[in-house]
């Protein structure tokens, strides 16, 4: 597989409650080549409290997982486009579900994009690793606050 090497570290948040699917992001991103500070939280609490933490970075953009436990990921992307110091971020859904509801309630919430991920693990680790590569040469992310 062709690396794409990132010069410049994406800062990545990583919402989700599946610890096997962190580490496979993780790992699908280092062998990838792409270069990110990936921060975790575990929880829709969790990613706001760090979002709203004026000593955390700021991330690039934000993966974020549907169902998880306390705040699920649409609530989460409501609060985040609500803020007018994070809407600017953008939030790709990343989650199993493909409920018609789902992809069209992460829509109109604004969410960047919706990416189902693969239930193989193949194909899991393929498709972070092509979501990767499309954030480094296709898609170009807002500048960071200073």
């Known amino acids: 597989m062709t690396q794409t090497h990132s010069p410049i570290p994406i800062h990545l948040l990583l919402v989700e409650d599946s610890e096997a699917d962190i580490i496979l992001t993780q790992e699908a991103f280092q062998e990838a080549g792409i270069h990110t500070h990936l921060h975790v939280a575990r929880?829709?609490?969790?990613?706001?409290?760090?979002?709203?933490?004026?000593?955390?970075?700021r991330p690039?953009?934000?993966?974020?997982?549907?169902?998880?436990?306390?705040m699920n990921g649409l609530e989460v992307l409501r609060e985040i486009k609500q803020d007018p110091q994070l809407m600017t971020i953008p939030v790709i859904m990343l989650t199993t579900s493909r409920a018609e509801e789902d992809?069209?309630?992460?829509?109109q919430a604004y969410a960047a994009s919706y990416v189902v991920k693969p239930v193989e693990f193949g194909k899991f680790y393929d498709a972070?690793?092509?979501?990767?590569?499309?954030?480094?040469?296709?898609?170009?992310?807002?500048?960071?606050?200073?």
């Open 43 to 57: 929880d829709g609490v969790e990613a706001l409290e760090f979002l709203r933490d004026p000593a955390r970075p």
């Open 103 to 107: 992809v069209l309630q992460s829509y």
């Open 128 to 146: 972070i690793q092509a979501l990767g590569r499309y954030m480094l040469t296709i898609v170009r992310l807002p500048p960071r606050a200073g």
């Open 60 to 70: 690039d953009v934000i993966l974020l997982d549907i169902n998880m436990p306390r």
